[in-house]
C-alpha cells in the first residue's frame, strides 16, 4: 500500500497564478484533509471531506476550494495564488472520528 | 471550536533524561487525544494515542496520560534518545469528532 501520496512535491507560482495539489490514498479512508503548515503555527486545517462528494471548511479556507468527486482523491485548488499561500501543505486521511491520521509527504509551495 | 494549548514550545534533556509535553483542551465532550511526531522535513507520524475511557496508555519508552477534569493529557519520553529530536504535535477532536486541532508543536531537542 502506498497509504497517502501527494502531488507535486515543490511548486513555485507567480501571484495570480492557479494550481490544483492532488491527494490520492488507497486505504480506503472515509474522511480527508487539507493542512498547512507554517512556522510557529502548526497545522491548521483548510478543508476536509467526511465522504465521497462532501466538503466542508476549516479554520483558514479563504483563497482555497477542494473537491473530493472520487473517494480515493481529495483535491485543493488555488484559484489566483498569493505570497501569504507560501506554506507546507499536508493531506491527511482517517477511517473516520476517533481514529489517527494519516499523512502525505507534503507538498513545499512558494508563491513569489 | 476547541482550543488546544501546547507547553513548551521548545525543550532540550540530555540523552537519558525524560522529557514531558503538556497540552489542554477546552471541549468537555473530547474522547480522543493522539500525539503526533515530526522528524525534520518529514510528514508527521501518529506515535500514540488515547481514548477518554482510559487514564494512561504506554507504548515501549513513551506513554500518554489523560485528565479529563482537568482537561489535559501529556506524552512522556523516557531515556531519551538522540532519534527521539522532532517536534511533537498534540491534538484534540472539534466539530463533533470530524476533525483535529492541533497544539502549534514542541521542538524537542536530545543533546549527547
Known amino acids: 500500500n502506498a497509504g497517502v501520496t501527494q502531488t507535486p512535491k515543490f511548486r513555485v507560482l507567480k501571484t495570480g497564478q492557479s494550481m490544483t495539489l492532488l491527494c490520492a490514498q488507497d486505504?480506503?479512508?472515509?474522511?480527508m484533509y487539507w493542512y498547512r503548515q507554517d512556522p510557529g503555527m502548526g497545522l491548521r486545517l483548510i478543508h476536509y471531506s467526511v465522504g465521497e462528494g462532501t466538503t466542508a471548511k476549516g479554520e483558514v479556507p479563504d483563497g482555497y476550494n477542494v473537491s473530493r468527486l472520487k473517494k480515493q482523491n481529495f483535491l485543493l485548488g488555488l484559484e489566483s495564488a498569493a505570497p501569504s499561500q507560501t506554506s507546507v501543505y499536508f493531506c491527511a486521511s482517517s477511517p473516520g472520528q476517533v481514529y489517527g491520521y494519516t499523512f502525505g509527504s507534503g507538498t513545499r509551495l512558494t508563491v513569489v | 471550536g476547541e482550543n488546544v494549548e501546547q507547553h513548551p514550545s521548545t525543550l532540550s534533556v540530555q540523552e537519558g533524561d525524560s522529557a514531558v509535553i503538556k497540552c489542554t483542551y477546552s471541549d468537555s465532550a473530547s474522547n480522543y487525544f493522539p500525539w503526533y511526531k515530526q522528524e525534520l522535513g518529514k510528514r508527521p507520524q501518529l506515535i500514540i494515542d488515547?481514548?477518554?475511557?482510559?487514564g494512561e496508555k504506554k507504548d515501549q519508552r513513551i506513554a500518554v496520560t489523560l485528565n479529563k477534569t482537568a482537561k489535559h493529557f501529556s506524552l512522556h519520553i523516557t531515556e531519551t534518545q538522540p532519534e527521539d529530536s522532532a517536534v511533537y504535535f498534540c491534538?484534540?477532536?472539534?466539530?463533533?469528532?470530524?476533525?483535529?486541532?492541533f497544539g502549534t508543536g514542541t521542538q524537542l531537542k536530545v543533546e549527547l
Open positions: 488515547i481514548r477518554s475511557n482510559v
Open positions: 486505504m480506503n479512508h472515509e474522511y
Open positions: 491534538a484534540a477532536p472539534t466539530g463533533g469528532g470530524n476533525k483535529l486541532t
